[in-house]
């Protein structure tokens, strides 16, 4: 009798412990199968720089005139104002470029080369959305030689 109660609490917490039914070995696989191991979050790769992105555009079409002393000239710097779809909607020349443009007739032409290329390159792409804000509004800095290519 001792051996049947003590067998009976046995298979009684077996099934409370294990959820197996009457008569199954504590040693059984569960059929369930192995437990899935989560896959390993892919590591976003790093953004390009949104000045590398517009520069590696402007650069295709970035062709500075040859002038006397163009190596000489310092950088044209532009203001310029895009919509969301990336269009030049706006496009001057900043403070020190102003002053340079009245002063120096080559750094005219190279000031006008500058602008027709990026109104040229317009609309700029792969720009992201989300961060119109930070690009509607650009400062670029076009040296009076060619830029590398991307």
Same mark, same amino acid.
């Given at each position: 009798?001792?051996?049947?109660?003590?067998?009976?609490?046995?298979?009684?917490?077996?099934?409370?412990?294990?959820?197996?039914?009457?008569?199954?070995?504590?040693?059984?696989?569960?059929?369930?199968?192995?437990? &899935?191991?989560?896959?390993?979050?892919?590591? #976003?790769? &790093?953004?390009? #720089?949104?000045?590398?992105?517009?520069?590696?555009?402007? *650069?295709?079409?970035?062709? =500075?005139?040859?002038?006397?002393?163009?190596?000489?000239?310092?950088?044209?710097?532009?203001?310029?104002?895009?919509?969301?779809?990336?269009?030049?909607?706006?496009?001057?020349?900043?403070?020190?470029?102003?002053?340079?443009?009245?002063?120096? #007739?080559?750094?005219?032409?190279? *000031?006008? *080369?500058?602008?027709?290329?990026?109104?040229?390159?317009?609309?700029?792409?792969?720009? =992201?959305?989300?961060?119109?804000?930070?690009?509607?509004?650009?400062?670029?800095?076009?040296?009076?030689? =060619?830029?590398?290519?991307?």
């Amino acid at each position: 009798m001792k051996t049947i109660l003590h067998s009976f609490i046995c298979v009684t917490i077996m099934i409370i412990l294990c959820g197996k039914t009457v008569g199954a070995s504590p040693f059984e696989v569960d059929q369930a199968g192995p437990v &899935p191991v989560p896959e390993p979050v892919a590591k #976003p790769q &790093p953004a390009i #720089p949104l000045e590398d992105i517009i520069m590696n555009q402007i *650069a295709r079409c970035w062709v =500075p005139p040859q002038t006397e002393n163009s190596a000489q000239m310092p950088p044209v710097v532009l203001d310029a104002s895009l919509d969301r779809k990336g269009n030049v909607v706006a496009i001057a020349l900043n403070k020190e470029s102003k002053a340079d443009f009245q002063k120096k #007739p080559a750094f005219r032409k190279i *000031a006008f *080369a500058a602008i027709l290329a990026v109104k040229q390159c317009s609309p700029f792409h792969d720009l =992201p959305e989300f961060e119109y804000a930070k690009w509607k509004q650009l400062q670029l800095k076009l040296e009076s030689k =060619p830029m590398p290519s991307p």
